[in-house]
């Protein structure tokens, strides 16, 4: 700048704008994510015990006499009783079933079914997946692996089940070794793909089902090992830092006009 030209004056900026709709809003969403984050889990665990034990209970009521049944001798019904009722039945016919008298009625009762066509099909079907599901000693579903599905450098995880037995291995391709696995569905797990794989294309992850069901279930928002308190307290941080920066003045920049 020479000597001629005028010193350059510093103009003050315009306030900005009225920030408090703005400001109230963004804090009243991320108080309100804070909140369904806490109670919505919560909420959703309740009422699916809560629809679990009144079923049991609608289901079980009627094989009740009355004369046993809470409610005739209080003036309101007592939720869980039928759920009770069905523990101790459950586990008194295993008890039954070990027995000599008790085995014997299964063997008669599964050659019953074994020769009606259609039901037979379903009761093996069925008593092989319990069996496997609710065995102590069983190996399926306990291991998590990664598939390239549904096509190649797209990865998928997918459950371990079983080898397959001597006939379909027979008739499966190649002489490498297969293994039966099965490829839930997000958002609903319980739907998906069931296949052999070779065991060379299977990539083994130390990771638990259950971890892998929330994953599929949440389509990756959440993944394993994070922690809800601290996804909680992230939030709430967020939501404090807006309340912070929105209540903090703005500092007016100089302009510099020629």
């Known amino acids: 700048m020479t000597r001629d030209e005028p010193p350059s004056t510093i103009l003050p900026t ?3 704008p009225p920030e408090a709709p703005r400001g109230f809003m963004a804090r009243f969403r991320n108080y309100f994510l804070t909140g369904l984050i806490v109670a919505g889990p919560v909420a959703i665990t309740l009422y699916l015990t809560w629809w679990f034990v009144n ?10 006499p009355a004369s046993y049944r809470p409610e005739t001798y209080l ?5 869980g009783s ?52 609710f065995s102590g000693s069983g190996s399926s579903f306990r ?22 037995n001597a006939d379909i291995a027979a008739s499966l391709p190649g002489e490498e070794e297969h293994i039966s696995v099965f490829l839930p569905c997000a958002p609903n797990p319980t739907t998906g793909f ?6 060379s294309k299977i990539i083994e992850i130390e990771m638990s089902t259950e971890d892998a069901a929330t994953l599929i279930m949440s389509a990756g928002v959440v ?7 601290k ?15 929105n209540a903090s003045p703005l500092a007016p920049t100089p302009a510099k006009v020629d």
């Open 14 to 16: 315009a306030e900005p």
């Open 55 to 64: 079923w049991v209970d609608n289901l079980v009521r009627p094989f009740v």
């Open 75 to 79: 003036p309101f019904g007592l939720p």
């Open 82 to 133: 039928g759920l009770v009722v069905a523990v101790i039945a459950l586990t008194l016919l295993g008890f039954l079933a070990h027995n000599l008298i008790g085995r014997t009625l299964v063997d008669l009762g599964e050659k019953l079914l074994g020769r009606m066509p259609v039901v037979r099909a379903i009761y093996r079907g069925l008593k092989q997946v319990f069996e496997t599901l």
């Open 143 to 164: 291991k998590v692996g990664l598939v390239e599905f549904p096509s190649p450098g797209m990865w998928s995880i997918v459950l371990i089940s079983q080898v397959p």
């Open 194 to 199: 069931f296949f052999y794989v070779p065991k």
């Open 223 to 229: 993944q394993p090992g994070s922690d809800s308190q």
């Open 231 to 245: 996804k909680v307290a992230a939030l709430a941080g967020m939501a404090n830092a807006a309340r912070v920066a």
